[in-house]
């Protein structure tokens, strides 16, 4: 019965999700699975997108436990005092970084302009200028990379450091979680070039020296089943507190709706009911958490066309098979 089980995940894998490179699953803190695919290794590191916002959640979270961030209340102009507001503007003074952190802030675009950000030699100015407009603050309005980049911003101005040492500090080495160095890609083919090479790690920079906060920085599934297990365990690792069990609850609960999707601090909220919550990135990684179950997954992808959601394979094949206990 075992092994029908490993049989049917990884069929579905090879069917359907043929970009994964490695997946986790850890049920009651131990590992049950773990498999990897696509010639990598537990060794490769991938590089996870959008997965990064909800580790920089978990920073912002540190900085306010630690008294570099006074609290998401705070206007988001605050931290920017050199910034220059245009005549008549007065939206983006409303801003907080709750608004951000939520999803929440307004924009003056109807696309948010990839290709700027990608070639700015400044790409918080650039964002900051494209904050506020005439949109309504308090809707939901997903920003992929200007609004979560501004409060990399915001944290490392807070905290006079770079946002990998901060990391390095307060997360990643008491962890074992090891990401390196910066990485700045200074063209489009070097970005090509990097994003696809399984030697890769540590975090991009942009020209300023500021760690993406939207994307960027290299994983491996165990590193990403270890940040899960740390929400998943209230924020504590190996019996220290190392992110408040207040910020966890707080950062993995909904704080906003758009139709059937919830939306936390930088984490998107798959069961409100049974407390289970995700970190989504393109391609299909994901680290997913299940309160109710005492679940984590991670799963990191390869970013190729129409990847396939994981979410789906998920709730219909992996957690199905684990729910109950160890196979």
Known sequence: MNQIRINEIETAINRDYGNIAGMIVQKNGTKVYEKYFNGYTADNAVHVYSVTKSVLSALIGIAI???YIGSLDQKVLAFFPDYQVKDGEKTIQKITLKHLMTMTAPYKY?????????????????????????GIIG???????????????????ATGQSILDFAEKYLFAPMGITVPHNLLLRSEEEHMRVMNDKTTRG???????????????????????????LHLDGGRWLGKQLVSAAWIAESTKEHRRWDKLLYGYLWWIIDDQAHSFAALGDGGNVIYVNNKNNMVIAIASLLVPDARDCIELIKTTIEPAFENGMM
């Open 65 to 67: 436990d630690q008294g």
């Open 110 to 134: 109807e696309t948010e302009p990839y290709e700027l950000f990608f070639t700015s030699q400044n790409p918080i100015q650039d964002a900051l200028d494209l904050l506020g407009g005439n």
């Open 139 to 157: 809707e939901f309005n997903y920003s992929a990379i200007g609004g979560t980049h501004i409060l990399a911003g915001i944290l490392a101005r």
């Open 203 to 229: 975090w991009v920079v942009d020209p300023q020296g500021i760690n993406t906060g939207s994307w960027g920085l290299f994983l491996t599934p165990e590193d990403m089943a270890k940040i899960g297990q």
